[in-house]
């Protein structure tokens, strides 16, 4: 496999949008794939994603759009899936392109709902993806400031680290840092885990907690999402690094986030069908919360921020209680 080869991108919001950025910096063309046509044409006709950080402006003669999937696939090498968790079973339906000889990247930071399994283990199970022909994005960096070009920091996992500085290259530049991990297992659950949290810093803000509470609950966050990576797959880490801690950090405090935004609404007393429709983006969080609760029957980790985002957005319970209960957990 000669890699990186041709680039492709799956998948046409922000985050998307953010990484075709970073890859034309140091690469001459792209693939591109986005579902809507109307999408691609307008995106042809004004230079910039019409419904996604249109201030970002694209030389269009360097991409390669389609809204045909095997099509882009099959015309590619690399693949950058950076579509939302909830829908990538509904694109590789439509695959009749194997993928067991492609290299992929996920950069997505999600479950895959159902099967409750990491985007990588799925692609293994059902895909037949050799472990050493996938990587993972983690890492704090919100698109918006990628588009802004303001100093990020990003994290490739993968379990051959000679493809994992490859595709570090391939997004390195003036404002993004990259640096390289095998921990693929540990860099995806715990990008699930801190969407989690980021709902639940985000209902206690919505239920007026303040500075010094929000600290505190950040601070059991992270000693829960150690003890469940550790459970699923025990290798030396360091949890303060900036793909566990970091990534957890920008979620549950940044405007940008969509969790933390989610989560405000829950605790000002939306219903969280009401939230899902009001914010018009998926709020990953809210299926990982489940699927991380249903993975964690098997471990039996102590996990009792999750156990009350749980109980909030599936069982209905009073978030002024769930959170008042948790108080008296934290230290």
């Known amino acids: 496999m000669n890699l990186p080869g041709k680039i492709a991108i799956i998948g046409g919001g922000t985050w998307a949008t953010a990484i075709a950025k970073l890859i034309l910096n140091n690469t ?90 990491i985007v990588t283990d799925y692609l293994k199970k059902i895909y037949n993806v050799p472990a050493e022909n996938l990587a993972v994005i983690g890492g704090p960096c919100h698109a918006e400031e990628v588009a802004l070009e303001r100093l990020s920091y990003l994290t490739i996992g993968c379990a051959d680290t000679e493809r994992a500085k490859i595709v570090a290259n391939m997004l390195n530049g003036n404002f993004l840092k990259t640096s390289i991990s095998q921990d693929v297992e540990g860099i995806e659950y715990g990008s699930v885990l801190k969407n989690v949290y980021a709902i639940a810093a985000g209902i206690c803000y919505g239920l007026k907690y303040g500075d010094n509470f929000q600290a505190v609950l950040i601070s059991n966050a992270i000693q829960e999402l150690n003890r469940f990576v550790n459970a699923v797959n025990p290798i030396d880490r360091n949890i303060c690094e900036s793909v566990y801690l970091g990534d957890l950090l920008v979620t549950a405090y940044s405007r940008f986030s969509r969790n933390h935004t989610f989560g405000t609404m829950i605790g000002k007393g939306y219903s969280v069908k009401t939230a899902q429709i009001e914010m018009e983006m998926v709020a990953e969080g809210y299926y990982g919360t489940k699927c991380i609760k249903e993975v964690n029957e098997k471990y039996n980790v102590e996990m009792p921020i999750l156990d009350a985002v749980y109980n909030i957005l599936y069982n209905k319970k009073s978030s002024f209680t769930e959170i008042r209960q948790l108080t008296e957990t934290f230290r």
């Open 28 to 117: 001459d063309s792209i693939n591109w794939y986005m579902r809507r046509k109307d999408r691609i044409d307008d995106f042809k006709r004004l230079g910039h994603n019409p419904a996604y950080l249109s201030s970002v402006k694209f030389d269009i003669s360097r991409i390669h759009f389609s809204n045909n999937l095997n099509m882009t696939i099959r015309n590619s090498d690399t693949l950058i899936f950076v579509t939302p968790s909830p829908y990538l079973k509904q694109h590789l339906k439509k695959l009749k392109t194997p993928l067991y000889n492609k290299f992929i990247v996920s950069a997505i930071k999600g479950i895959v709902p159902d099967e409750n399994m």
